[in-house]
Each structure stands twice: as structure tokens, then as C-alpha cells.
């Protein structure tokens, strides 16, 4: 069959959904967010740059895809659903000022009979927009509309069994990704230079396992850049005696296992440098040592405060969150936050990323841990050492 997981897997999904749609009193979800549509359906295309989504109703066995004429073909290709559920508008959609392809959304919908019951919509998704949810809500007047943003995204907090491995195997590409990076980083080399063999390490996975294109481009701070996160590469060659940020990911059919280090280039590096690492990394330790099903998020962040007081390392935002299957321009899955507020009780099989990132002016530090919830404590995706690295 199409997809990459089994019928039933997908069949479970999508019964989990409907509970939760059930919970909220919501008839018919549309689905924008594009892991969302994977996780339902097993939909798979750079296409998200257009309007498309899936429709999930209570009535209905299996759901709808909706799409772009020329992505119609993906969709046969890449789910399990039968022809009738697969939808496509014409091209005189795309970008049209006269016409939105929420317009053909809303004359499937009231075909279907179900343009009068509750209709969730994700508000606050990167490709669900004003313009789609104005003409949604224009065209299907009878109506009542729900926020149902983060519906999907909580039922696939806990993963199951297959999605497990498929973020192990990503793991595994991690693990090369990083030896990728720290091979390429040398004094007197481009930035840009050291980009390019991450993408490589990234793109060709393991011998067993081919990568794919992780929902954030390898970020990679050097020198004056580690004063914050979230920077790229330039074509600036690495200096003697500076430190290189890394948040990178290996993936697996769209499965991610994020992985961040720091790199010195140099001896000796700097003072405020290694203590914090020092620091950081015991409160890391500490946090990681509280995650066991029962606990609550706060309680891992919590411990992690409590593990760097007697420092004066101060960590104003999130230390991490939850991730797994994702598009551009996040892997992270918009559910946990580790926080103080966040009161999700910890499950087997979520997967927490613990990046507990420092900024200075001087400098910054960035390590991880990405790591599976198991049924009495946790498991490390990926086996790499929790250091600061030093090439001298």
C-alpha cells in the first residue's frame, strides 16, 4: 500500500483524532498543517507552499485530501486513500486574486452534506492563513467554526511503536551529522564549506537508510554569531580561538532527532566558556534523571533549575519541547514546552528535546539531549557524548 506505515497504524490515527474531535464537539477538521496531513493520511510533498489540506469527518471512514491539480498524482502515490477522497482544484486557483482555493474546500465540504455541524480549523498554523479561514468562513455560512489548532498535534505527542523507530533511525543519521560537522570545522575553512558537508551527512543517511531534508536548516553560529541562536552559515572562515554553535537534526521520512554541540577551536578556551558548560551540562544531568511517566513537564524544568542554583547561569526560556514528525520551519511539535506552567504528565513513547542553549555577549554555549519517555524513565535517541569540544 502507499504510505509508509501500515493501514492500520494510519486507522488508529486517525480513531485517536476523532476522539479528540469528539471531545471538543467538532464534526468536520481541516487540516492544514502538513505533518499533520502525514500523520493521517501518510501525505508526503513539497507542496505546502500552495493551499491543501485534509478533511477528517466523524461520519466518513476515511479522510479527504484536497489539493493542487498537479500534487493530486502525490497524493496517490504516497497514502492509502481511495480515489474518490482524493480532491484537486484547477491551477487558476493558485494565487488568484479573484477566487481562493478554500472556495473549492468549501464546495467539497457542502457536497459532502457537512457544511452545517462544527468545523475545527488550525488558527494558528504557519500554513493556514487569514485569506483561507475568511473564505472558509464566507463560503460556508450555516457554519459554526472552532479553534482546533493544536488538535492533531497532541494526539501524536505519544508515538507509537513504529514512529519510534523511525526517530531511532534518525538518530542514527544524527550521529553522522555531527561527526560530519566536527570533521568539517577547522581553522581557515568557509562556513559555507562546513554547511555543505552537513547537508551531505544529512541528505545520504546511513548505509541502511536514506536521509531526508530536516524541517530547519543546519543553524551554525561562529565567533561574534554565538551570541544568540537561530543564525546561519556565511562565507566567513572559522577563527583560531572561537567557539561554533550547531542545532542540527538527522530525518527519517520526515521523523527528526534534533542534535546541538558546541565546538572550541583553540586550547584554551575561555573561562566563562567551560564553566558554563560545566554548568549547564550538571543541570541537564539533573533534569534528565527526573523524566519517568507520572512526572510533569514543570517538574523536569524545575530540576533543572535546580541543578544550575548554585550558579549564576539564568535561563529565561524553555529548555525544550516535544518532537518527532515535521515540516519547514520547525520540528518541534507545538504541544510540550518544558516550562514552569507546562502541567503535561510525562507518557511512554513522548520524545522530549532538552536544549538548554546560553547566550552571552562573550559567547554561548549549546548542548542536548533528545530523548525517548520509556515505561520507567528515558532513553537517549542517538549515542553522542554530552561535552563541550575541544579541537585544539
Known sequence: MPGV????EYQSRVQKTREKMAGRG???LVVCQPANMNYLTGYDGWSFYVHQCVL????????MWLGRGMDANGARLTTYLAEDNIREYADDYVQSTVKHPMEFVADVIKEKGWDKGVIGVEMDQFYFTHSAYAALEKSLPQAKFSDANALVNWVRVVKSEAEVEFIRRAGLISEKVMDAAKNAINVGVRECDAAAAVAHAQYSGTEDYAGDYPAIVPLMMAGEATKTPHLTWTEKVYQENEAVLLELS?????????I???IFLGENPPRLLTDTANVVLEGLDKALETIKPGVTVEEVEEAWRKGIAH???VKESRIGYSFGLNYPPDWGEQTISIRPGDKTVLEPNMMLHLIPGIWYDEVGFEVDASVQVTSDGYEHVYDYPLELIIKD
Do not use: C, K, N
Open 5 to 8: 506505515f501500515s493501514r492500520e
Open 250 to 258: 538527522g530525518a527519517y521520512r520526515r521523523y527528526h532527532a534534533p
Open 26 to 28: 467538532i464534526d468536520l
Open 56 to 63: 477528517l469527518h466523524q461520519d466518513q471512514g476515511e479522510p
Open 311 to 313: 550558579s549564576t547561569v
Open 260 to 262: 546541538a554541540r558546541t
